[in-house]
């Protein structure tokens, strides 16, 4: 704790940290895999630091969105202008903290030029086109976007509206705009950043459809010299949203606007000059970047609600209110149960998504690898889990936010807490990359028997695994059995349709389980004693909160009986007693600096209300004592009253 407790500290957080049973740096080695990479962020952080390019004049909570939007172009020119400071290739982890110190959740005007335009550029050019379109990419000689959702249509992509139509005479593509729904709709960046884009598009060659889905197209919106739209494209921006503002998320509209056919990306599908489709070797490839995002929104989304744990438990150390027993002073809020059972499970829950963001960045590489060498058997697993763990991962995420942010009353609905702004930020991730839900149906049955959860002292990794196996096979034969009898009198779109809450409700269950392995996995690999024990404390809460949570489904068919769910229940708060002297330690294991969390709550010294009052001075209503309101309308409407008395 050399770095974490300094003189001045509030005497609360120091406390609290002095409790802690593991050693804090091969805690924050363990969760961050790594003792380099935890020294990296220790330099990159000193770097940022550092450097006055990225300095606020104003925070950015007090802008306007015309300044805000400045802001985030100032500072996205900046931060690539000092891209040498981190490791370029590593977007999952040093890329994502480097942009998480520089310009935190208000996002930029480039975040989709490097989140997905550059990896399609990577991943779907051929020889030739990756030689003409990368270096100009990695330079910024182009700002690109990923144009995928339309009005219309956003999950549903093979119902695509915008067409592109190839004409063998000129050997052009024409993309066009054929209905208002098709017009394309959120992109970050497109409004008024970016001259290019990659177009996903319903592809017509010799009269066909090409049915196998939309295709990605290389784009040219706008003028490099002008930045004004050429010919035959009208976009713009989209309008203030729910958050993420700094981003202008656009609209897109072609009105048979040709472009090359070399400017179709033919690493896997192709058009030949004479208009002969080439189909790829595997209908899934083009999603490619998809899968990508939705890598890195894991890693992204377990950090938010990491953040939020983290000011939650730093705040509820230092803030007191009410007494326990009459008379002995009012105690720290982490004291309450009911505090404890609101932060430890959301903190539980970070981790969890943290471990499998681990898991999915393996999996990622080894089906690109895969890829490389012509073989696919990895990809339907990837899309599978990538998915299924994207949609549970964001809901819980949000929900888990804002019950932090509720643990932290009052001032948790202040800007300065920072929850509005991770909230905001992170639930977009409930929408955006799509809400499929995959399904794994192919499972051998077998026999579930009787749960094994019995008591949290006593039961082991593998009955606690058996226990959500035995649940999610359950509900998958009876979902699967119940689509199935709907197929014999409606169509499979009908029967699916007839199922999908049942469905949704099993592919959580099998997210879940997911989820319950790597995190025991995780832990069963950490080497140093003390802290693998703190965290399979951790792991074991997180597993009893979802048993209880899901008390319905245990309990159904006897496979659990009250009285084991009774015991999970107890137990629960057994594990919440013992993991409350580590709180504090835990929230530092993210090794979250005060400019990656930018909030006054969270502070690592835990001086709270000092900073909260210098804080709010800032706003710019405190610039002038006196309003333009009170002489417009205020003071008139007062000195109107006393005339009448």
């Known amino acids: 704790y050399d770095n974490v407790i300094q003189p001045g500290d509030n005497p609360d957080i120091t406390k609290e940290r002095k409790t802690a049973s593991f050693n804090l740096w091969k805690m924050q080695c363990f969760v961050h895999e790594g003792e380099e990479i935890v020294k990296r962020r220790k330099e990159i952080l000193d770097f940022v630091q550092n450097c006055r390019e990225f300095d606020d004049p104003i925070p950015a909570e007090f802008m306007s969105r015309e300044e805000i939007i400045d802001r985030g172009a100032r500072k996205a020119k900046a931060m690539t202008d000092n891209a040498d400071a981190i490791d370029g290739s590593d977007f999952f982890g040093e890329g994502l903290y480097f942009q998480s110190l520089t310009i935190g959740r208000e996002l930029h005007c480039m975040s989709l030029h490097y989140g997905m335009f550059l990896p399609t550029i990577q991943g779907q050019s051929d020889d030739d086109q990756m030689d003409e379109w990368m270096a100009p990419t990695i330079g910024r000689a182009f700002i690109g976007t990923f144009a995928q959702t339309e009005m219309g249509h956003g999950s549903n992509l093979t119902k695509l509206e915008t067409t592109c139509t190839y004409d063998p005479k000129t050997e052009e593509f024409v993309l066009h705009t054929p209905t208002l729904t098709a017009t394309k709709w959120w992109p970050g960046g497109l409004g008024k950043t970016s001259n290019v884009a990659v177009v996903m598009a319903q592809l017509y060659t010799n009269g066909q459809n090409m049915i196998q889905g939309p295709h990605p197209f290389f784009v040219p919106l706008r003028d490099p010299d002008t930045h004004m739209p050429y010919r035959g494209v009208t976009l713009g921006d989209i309008g203030p949203k729910f958050g993420i503002n700094s981003n202008d998320n656009g609209f897109l509209i072609f009105d048979n606007y040709r472009i090359p056919r070399r400017n179709m990306f033919m690493r896997f599908s192709k058009v ?61 809020v982490m004291d309450y149960r009911t505090q404890q ?29 895969q890829i490389g060498a012509g073989n696919m058997d990895l990809l339907a697993e990837l899309h599978a889990v990538s998915s299924g763990l994207k949609s549970v991962v964001s809901w819980e995420t949000a929900q888990g936010i804002e019950q932090l942010r509720l643990a932290c009353g009052g001032h948790g609905y202040s800007r300065a807490s920072a929850f509005p702004d991770i909230y905001t930020y992170a639930v977009g991730g409930c929408t955006y990359e799509g809400e499929n839900i995959v399904m794994l149906l192919q499972v051998a049955r077998q026999d579930a028997g009787k749960a094994r959860v019995r008591s949290w002292r006593q039961c082991t990794d593998e009955d606690i695994i058996h226990d959500f196996e035995a649940v999610a096979r359950k509900q998958i034969f ?5 689509l199935k009898f709907f197929e014999t009198t409606m169509t499979k779109k009908e029967a699916w349709n007839k199922c999908s809450i049942d469905l949704c409700k099993t592919a959580r269950m099998h997210v879940k389980l997911y989820l319950v392995k790597v995190f025991l996995k995780r832990v069963a690999a950490c080497e140093d004693a003390a802290c693998k024990k703190v965290m399979h404390t951790l792991a074991e809460l997180y597993a009893f909160d979802m048993i209880s949570s899901a008390s319905g489904a245990f309990l159904k068919g006897g496979f659990m009986s009250e009285q084991q769910a009774d015991l999970v229940q107890s137990d629960l708060y057994e594990m919440l007693e013992a993991l409350r002297p580590e709180a504090v330690a835990l929230a530092d294991s993210w090794d979250m600096s005060d400019l990656e ?49």
Not at 279 to 293: E, I, S, Y
Not at 296 to 304: E, L, P
Not at 478 to 482: E, I, K, M, Q, S
Not at 610 to 637: C, D, I
């Open 478 to 482: 009876a979902t699967y059995d119940r």
């Open 341 to 369: 059972f609101r932060l430890l499970p959301q903190l539980a829950r970070a981790f969890a998504f943290l471990f499998a963001a681990y898991e999915i960045k393996t999996l990622y590489m080894d089906v690109i690898d």
């Open 272 to 332: 030949l000059p004479d208009g002969t489709y080439v189909k790829p070797p595997h209908a899934k490839l083009g999603f490619g970047t998809m899968v990508f995002v939705r890598s890195i929104m894991i890693k992204d989304q377990a950090t938010q609600l990491g953040a939020a744990a983290v000011i939650g438990i730093r705040y509820s150390a230092v803030r007191r209110q009410g007494e326990i027993n009459e008379g002995a002073g009012e105690v720290q």
């Open 597 to 645: 969390l930018r909030s006054v709550l969270g502070r690592r010294d835990g001086n709270v209300y000092p900073a909260l009052l210098e804080w709010a001075k800032k706003s710019q209503l405190n610039r002038t004592e006196v309003l333009p309101t009170f002489e417009k309308y205020l003071g008139p409407m007062m000195k109107e009253g006393r005339s009448h008395l």
